[in-house]
């Protein structure tokens, strides 16, 4: 009965309410970004005192943010490859090994994440400078999959502990191959945590501003790192307007798989 | 019992290798170059650890960042719990709408989300302004600089983090355990806490893990929406680290953080433990 | 003209990988970056000098790490002056060549043996005539007087020269027995403000908050709030005892560029550059041949004409005592 939308009477609306409140929690800074990147203002006064497509203008004047923006998706697409795999390996055998020691493994994949990022930064940086790899392209993806692991190995590993071990069992004594049962079995039951992984690597990738600053040379600077100089300089809208074009594309991408979806489904 | 999902050779440790040597080499190795200047910066001794221990401030910063973690952790679960639990059985159609407005919500530039809480929740800002106008307050709130600012901008970070797992979890819950407490006699609030409360608990504990762990290094929003009194721990080592150039004492507060973190980690798994075996 | 010198500057910022002779400059990002590219960097480069990349953010954590390991990649980078001279005395920076640098044109107030300024700038009082309507304030007294001029006030976050000497100055100290810098005294001056003071973290934030009437009244970086009035804003600004303060160019020792790096210092700070680059920022020009070379509508907005009323802030007492008055002054924050 509580897992039934319908039975649930009452509490059918607080749990819709709640929903919708917190839609709208998460949605109020977008929107007052969205208009302030129409706003006149500079300092972000609210309602501005005009409305204007000047800092979009800037936006497009000034090809380094595109750059930037473009860099940034590509590292995170490939931070997000890497960690997927890299965890979901790490959480077969954190999950289903038989080795001993597993929990201290367990407590030695969180410690990037309890590290504040600025001690990882000039660790590596420091090394990166003995290696070549700084401000290299390499270089820039292994300090984000180092941040990025603990997240993916958390979810997948809560994704398989929810997992009936059982199921891929009776795939193998159906005659399939071990590898083929968890590529065929479990990989599909526990899409879910590997969808929630991909997600918060590449987020934390995406949004990662302090290994950044180290990681980056001329040729290499992400979107964050251009965002965080610009905002303590300059606090201008432009930035308000790449995040809006940023939030259009995102909702025209989520628009195009809805319908698309829709037209496979009908 | 023999489990034929488990890896046939060896015990799985192999499996774990790729994340292990990569550790090692780009995280273990270069960190533990750093943290070794922690007792041998400015001269070999534990002057540092002996200057952290004995200062208030420190002892300070160090309660903030785990009470802020620990408030933001609670509102976070208390907030995600119920939206999980709708998103898992709506109609598809809404459940699309909100899951859209999640991940939108997260695709923004964090820095710029942040500041933008910063503008709206300042004393003259829309927030304020609004509750004004309705007429609900004759004074503005204070909402910045103080504990309700970095609530509110780092649960706003962290919903997804505590979302996204508990409603793997929740969905894969069977409704028919569901429907055999209220066969039962169960009522619906017995039904919440003792039946899906606890099935929801793995994603929950993962959930609160991350985001507890996530918030004790964060820093950027608690400094533009906490004010200095909520200073945490990760901003007086970016200090030390970047501004003051002092690695030894950074390193040191960094060794210190981590050894507490993992401390409370085996706790709580000791704690778990007992509690499964009972 | 100036469109084309950004433009250039731009493209010689994007070039996809650093030449072997290219030369690499790093500063603080924004339009004070875009500025020194457009100003210093692309006139180095047209009168034959090498390209000059820019990179950043400025970090001096990098500079040491890169520094130790003997892998320069950053030949002349942008700092806080008392971060300079305090980098200096620990070895991180090549001592400049002032065969190279001409620095009989220099203030020298902003001359070192490993750095010269970049530019300079005054903390100065300023306010937002709409709060307070009755009465102006006029002296860093003021700033502290909340009794009089009540609500927040806003002051620089970070430990650096400025704000310290301003507490005691609001307490009566003569700007002439500044130093040493009586701590204790500063730090209960500014107790008695502490719960109304809201920090600034970046220039940016500042202007913000004096727009928004957030914080109607604090201490600035006086180039924030002429670009605000630029910009039509109503905005007092009250010079008495603005007190200055100066970013410096450095070199990391053991840069491969070292002879380019002193080069391109001298044409920063040369009088053209130095001037171009004031015009386009509203900081204050470090040599000593720009004033003639500017518009004196800028100028005058500019500390430059505010000398009789100045405080400077000695660099070389910071540099000195930099950690420890930091670690103090985050502690005094936390509490």
């Known amino acids: ?152 190995i958390i979810t997948i590993t809560g994704a398989l502990e929810t997992f009936d071990p059982a199921i891929e069992d009776a ?42 600053i180290f990681m980056a040379s001329p040729s290499l600077q992400t979107l964050p790192v251009k965002v965080w100089t610009t905002l303590r300089q300059d606090l201008t809208p432009v930035i308000a307007a790449a995040s809006t074009l940023l939030v259009a594309l995102t909702v025209l991408l989520m628009i195009a798989a809805a319908v698309l979806r829709k037209g496979k489904s009908e | 019992m023999f489990s034929a999902a488990a890896p046939r050779r060896g015990s799985g440790l192999g499996f774990a290798m790729p994340a292990i040597l990569l550790l090692a080499a780009f995280f273990v190795i270069p960190v533990v170059f750093l943290l070794t200047r922690s007792v041998t910066e400015p001269q070999l001794g534990l002057q540092n650890y002996a200057a952290l221990v004995g200062s208030s401030t420190y002892a300070k910063v160090f309660f903030n960042t785990f009470f802020v973690a620990g408030v933001v952790t609670l509102v976070t679960v208390l907030i995600a719990f119920p939206v999980a639990w709708a998103l898992a059985i709506m109609p598809a159609r809404w459940s699309a709408v909100v899951f859209a407005i999640i991940l939108l919500s997260m695709w923004t530039n964090l820095l710029a989300r942040t500041y933008a809480w910063m503008v709206l929740l300042q004393q003259t800002g829309l927030i ?87 918030s004790l290094g964060y820093f950027v929003t608690p400094s533009l929406l906490g004010g200095t009194a909520n200073m945490m721990l990760a901003e007086l080592i970016a200090q030390q680290v970047q501004s003051l150039v002092n690695w030894g004492m950074g390193g040191a507060a960094a060794f210190l953080l981590l050894l507490v973190t993992l401390g409370l980690y085996a706790v709580q798994l000791r704690f778990l433990d007992r509690k499964e075996a009972a | 003209m100036k469109k084309t010198m950004i433009a250039l500057a731009l493209a010689s910022g994007l070039t996809s990988a650093a030449h072997a002779q290219d030369m690499v400059f790093t500063s603080w990002g924004g339009t004070t970056q875009d500025a020194q590219a457009a100003h210093w960097a692309a006139p180095f480069t047209e009168k034959g000098g090498p390209a000059v990349v820019q990179d950043g953010p400025t970090d001096y954590g990098k500079i040491k790490a890169m520094v130790e390991a003997g892998a320069v990649t950053w030949d002349v980078v942008d700092v806080e002056y008392d971060w300079a001279l305090q980098a200096g005395k620990a070895g991180l920076l090549e001592p400049l060549d002032f065969t190279v640098i001409d620095k009989t044109k220099l203030d020298p107030r902003f001359v070192s043996d490993f750095a010269v300024g970049s530019f300079y700038y005054s903390f100065v009082l300023g306010w937002n005539p709409a709060n ?100 039509g804003m109503e905005v007092g600004i009250s010079w008495d005892q603005n007190i200055t303060a100066a970013d410096a160019l450095v070199v990391p020792k053991g840069t491969k560029n070292k002879e380019a790096a002193m080069k391109f210092i001298a044409e920063a700070t040369s009088a053209e550059g130095q001037a171009a680059f004031a015009a386009a920022t509203g900081y204050a020009p470090v040599n000593l041949g720009s004033a003639d070379l500017m518009d004196p509508a800028i100028r005058a907005t500019l500390p430059d004409a505010q000398t009789a009323v100045q405080v400077n802030a000695d660099m070389a007492y910071w540099a000195d005592h930099r950690d420890e008055i930091g670690n103090r002054w985050y502690a005094w924050q936390a509490q």
């Open chain 3, 132 to 231: 307070f309507p009755d009465a102006s304030p006029a002296t860093l007294a003021d700033l502290f007087d909340t009794a009089k001029f009540p609500g927040k006030r806003t002051f620089y976050k970070w430990s650096a020269p400025g704000v310290i000497e301003a507490a005691l100055l609001a307490d009566g100290v003569a700007p002439d027995a500044l130093y040493p810098l009586d701590l204790d005294r500063a730090f209960k001056k500014l107790d008695t403000i502490k719960a109304d003071i809201i920090w600034w973290e970046g220039g940016a934030q500042s202007q913000q908050l004096l727009a928004s009437g957030e914080a109607p009244i604090g201490f600035f970086w006086n180039g924030r709030l002429s670009a605000l009035q630029a910009d």
């Open chain 1, 171 to 212: 795939a193998i004594l159906c005659g399939a191959s071990p590898w083929e049962a968890r590529l065929r079995v479990t990989l599909p039951g526990i899409r879910h945590g590997l969808f929630s992984a991909a997600i918060f690597s590449f987020l934390i990738s995406w949004d990662e501003v302090v290994l950044a």
């Open chain 2, 128 to 214: 304020n302004r609004m509750l004004k106008a309705i007429g609900l307050i004759d004074q503005p709130l204070q909402l910045t600089n103080n504990l309700v600012g970095v609530t509110i901008g780092m649960v706003y970070i962290m919903l997804p983090f505590m979302i996204l797992p508990l409603l793997g979890v929740i969905k894969k819950i069977d409704p028919a355990i569901l429907q055999a407490a209220a066969l039962c006699g169960a009522t619906k609030w017995q039904a919440l806490t003792r039946v899906l409360v606890p099935l929801a608990t793995p994603g929950i504990a993962s959930g609160a893990l991350m985001v507890f762990v996530m």
């Open chain 1, 1 to 152: 009965m509580l897992l039934d939308f319908n039975k649930l009477g009452a509490w059918k609306w607080a749990l819709s309410a709640i929903c919708a409140v917190m839609s709208l929690f998460l949605l109020l800074p977008i929107l007052f970004i969205v208009a302030l990147s129409f706003g006149s203002s500079r300092w972000l006064i609210f309602p501005p005192p005009g409305w204007t497509l000047k800092w979009y203008e800037e936006l497009f004047a000034d090809p380094r943010w595109i750059g930037a923006a473009l860099t940034s998706a590509k590292i995170g697409v490939i931070v997000m490859v890497i960690s997927v795999a890299l965890g979901l390996l790490a959480s077969l055998a954190l999950v289903r090994g038989t080795f001993r020691g597993r929990e201290v493994l367990r407590a030695f994949f969180l410690t990037p994440m309890v590290l504040p990022v600025v001690i990882v930064a000039v660790a590596l940086y420091a090394a990166f400078l003995r290696l070549g790899l700084n401000g290299t392209l390499v270089g820039f993806v292994i300090a984000h999959v180092i941040v990025a692991l603990p997240f993916a």
